[in-house]
């Protein structure tokens, strides 16, 4: 198994090139199900998780074909409506094929995805949606069987909690529904706009884009389209605090600095020098008269829905605070399981304490952060150990890297071109 090899200690220094958003691509790829079509989604990012969910909508019965960074998708005749545990164990977000289903066949067979390293993470706000639509749902055998009655009928939905592929499932069950359909406390992510503007250009009737209440007026048709992904805010967000944990300046090229409004104030508080433009990020830490970089100040952070603090990010950041002046509260709201990173951040000598859902870290001087394995557990929790590591003195090996592929498009290739001593071997 490939390992990632960090020799830290080196600023970045350079520029960037942002990728396409996974957690956007993926709900557009399962929306080319809902009409037949060939359908081209631009900036799609090459990742595992994008190709299972490529692979996922050829075992329907699609054709695909990549052409750089485009995806041209042919849903025409969709043979099947089942998607295979062995998929959906790889990549829980195959359950937003259930919506796009519903709608195209009037039925859906999708394992039912199990906890996963950072939660338990049920589906019972999206089955309830659909419910609420007219489908009757029940669990056989391990897997979610999903089938409309008589029809598709508009309802109100409402979420406990914001949830985005829920919002994004209901929207796909509810684009073709009877009448109008009312989602309230929608997830309000940049993700979830994404969707609402590529079926939107189908022909669909929704109201209420980035808002917490979208409205669907159902309509009889929707046809295929060509629609481009947003640049991807987490993966922005990951460099512009690797920056912060080794110095230098880095310019995040293609992004959309609009998405990330709570990291830019967090990490200007913490004295970073952030300077936006419409498409781009330039992210440097301040250096003395001497030349030498300045310490940074630790900051509270609590994860939120959009527009707050991603939870997405949560593990980066305070891969960051490890090394930071004073002491910074991290609170962790959205799973219940998502300190998997501290463990392997204290082997570097990180200070942190666990109490339930907040981390206590105690800053401690950068030049007592020691290079050391460390294994990485889920996908976030890996980029947090690559910005650890990054900031080490020594070399550092990261095991289990398969994660980071899932969702970050050429990782290494990118740091190492802004200075950054990284490389992958063969385990
Ligand atoms: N929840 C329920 N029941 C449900 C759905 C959600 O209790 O039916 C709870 C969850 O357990 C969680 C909260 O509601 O406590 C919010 O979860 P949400 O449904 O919003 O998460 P998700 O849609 O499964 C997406 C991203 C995640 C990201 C979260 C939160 C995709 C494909 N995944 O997951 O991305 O962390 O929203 O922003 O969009 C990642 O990229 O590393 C990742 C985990």
């Given at each position: 198994?490939?390992?990632i090899?960090?020799?830290?200690?080196?600023?970045?220094?350079?520029?960037?090139?942002?990728?396409?958003?996974k957690?956007?691509?993926?709900p557009?790829?399962?929306?080319?199900?809902?009409?037949?079509g060939t359908?081209?989604?631009?900036?799609?990012?090459?990742l595992r998780?994008?190709?299972?969910?490529?692979?996922?909508?050829q075992?329907?019965?699609?054709?695909?074909?990549?052409?750089?960074s485009?995806?041209?998708?042919?849903?025409?005749d969709?043979?099947g409506a089942?998607?295979?545990?062995?998929?959906?164990k790889?990549m829980?977000?195959?359950?937003?094929?259930?919506?796009?289903?519903?709608?195209?066949?009037?039925?859906?067979?999708?394992?039912?995805?199990?906890?996963?390293?950072?939660g338990?993470?049920?589906?019972n706000f999206?089955?309830?949606?659909?419910?609420?639509?007219?489908?009757?749902?029940?669990?056989?055998s391990?897997y979610?069987?999903?089938?409309?009655?008589?029809?598709?009928?508009?309802?109100?939905?409402?979420?406990?909690?914001?949830?985005?592929?829920?919002?994004?499932?209901?929207?796909m069950?509810s684009?073709k529904?009877?009448?109008?359909?009312t989602?309230?406390?929608?997830?309000?992510?940049p993700?979830?706009?994404?969707?609402?503007d590529?079926?939107?250009?189908?022909?669909?009737k929704?109201?209420?884009r980035?808002?917490?209440?979208?409205?669907?007026?159902?309509?009889?048709?929707?046809?295929?389209?060509?629609?481009t992904?947003?640049?991807?805010?987490?993966?922005?967000?990951t460099?512009?605090?690797?920056?912060?944990a080794?110095?230098?300046?880095?310019?995040?090229?293609?992004?959309?600095?609009?998405?990330l409004?709570?990291?830019?104030e967090?990490?200007?508080?913490?004295?970073m020098?952030?300077?936006?433009?419409?498409k781009?990020?330039i992210?440097s830490?301040?250096?003395?008269?001497?030349?030498?970089?300045?310490?940074?100040?630790?900051?509270?952070?609590t994860?939120?829905?959009?527009?707050?603090?991603p939870?997405?990010?949560?593990?980066?950041?305070?891969a960051?605070?490890?090394?930071?002046?004073?002491?910074?509260?991290?609170?962790?709201?959205?799973?219940?399981?998502?300190?998997?990173?501290?463990a392997?951040?204290?082997?570097?000598g990180?200070?942190?304490?666990?109490?339930g859902?907040?981390?206590?870290?105690?800053?401690?001087?950068?030049?007592?952060l020691?290079a050391?394995?460390?294994?990485?557990?889920?996908?976030?929790?890996s980029?947090s150990?690559?910005v650890?590591?990054?900031a080490a003195?020594?070399?550092?090996?990261?095991?289990?890297?398969?994660?980071?592929?899932?969702?970050?498009?050429?990782?290494?290739?990118?740091?190492?071109?802004?200075?950054?001593?990284?490389?992958?071997v063969?385990?």
């Amino acid at each position: 198994m490939d390992k990632i090899q960090i020799n830290g200690g080196r600023p970045l220094q350079g520029s960037i090139k942002v990728s396409g958003a996974k957690n956007a691509a993926l709900p557009l790829l399962a929306a080319t199900i809902l009409a037949p079509g060939t359908y081209t989604l631009h900036n799609v990012p090459d990742l595992r998780d994008t190709r299972t969910m490529l692979m996922l909508l050829q075992t329907l019965g699609a054709s695909w074909e990549r052409s750089g960074s485009s995806v041209q998708i042919n849903t025409a005749d969709l043979t099947g409506a089942e998607a295979p545990y062995d998929l959906v164990k790889t990549m829980r977000a195959s359950v937003l094929v259930l919506g796009p289903l519903l709608t195209r066949a009037g039925c859906a067979r999708v394992s039912l995805p199990g906890g996963c390293a950072i939660g338990a993470r049920p589906i019972n706000f999206h089955l309830r949606g659909f419910e609420q639509l007219g489908a009757v749902t029940r669990l056989e055998s391990g897997y979610v069987e999903a089938r409309v009655q008589d029809e598709l009928t508009g309802n109100t939905v409402y979420f406990d909690i914001p949830s985005v592929t829920g919002t994004e499932n209901v929207l796909m069950a509810s684009v073709k529904a009877t009448g109008v359909t009312t989602i309230r406390n929608a997830a309000k992510e940049p993700e979830v706009s994404n969707l609402v503007d590529m079926l939107t250009a189908m022909g669909a009737k929704i109201e209420g884009r980035n808002t917490d209440c979208l409205t669907v007026t159902g309509v009889t048709s929707l046809q295929a389209t060509e629609a481009t992904i947003i640049p991807d805010r987490i993966e922005a967000g990951t460099y512009a605090i690797a920056v912060g944990a080794t110095g230098g300046e880095l310019e995040i090229t293609q992004c959309d600095p609009s998405h990330l409004p709570v990291l830019i104030e967090k990490l200007r508080a913490a004295g970073m020098e952030i300077a936006t433009g419409k498409k781009s990020i330039i992210a440097s830490c301040p250096v003395n008269s001497r030349g030498e970089r300045c310490s940074l100040q630790a900051v509270n952070i609590t994860t939120m829905p959009y527009p707050g603090f991603p939870t997405d990010l949560q593990a980066q950041f305070m891969a960051l605070m490890i090394q930071c002046n004073g002491t910074s509260i991290i609170h962790e709201t959205i799973f219940e399981n998502r300190f998997m990173h501290v463990a392997e951040l204290q082997r570097l000598g990180a200070k942190i304490n666990i109490d339930g859902a907040t981390a206590i870290v105690n800053g401690i001087a950068r030049n007592n952060l020691f290079a050391a394995p460390m294994m990485a557990t889920d996908l976030r929790a890996s980029a947090s150990l690559v910005v650890a590591g990054l900031a080490a003195s020594g070399t550092t090996e990261i095991t289990r890297i398969y994660h980071l592929e899932r969702g970050y498009e050429n990782m290494v290739e990118k740091l190492s071109q802004v200075g950054a001593k990284i490389k992958q071997v063969a385990g």
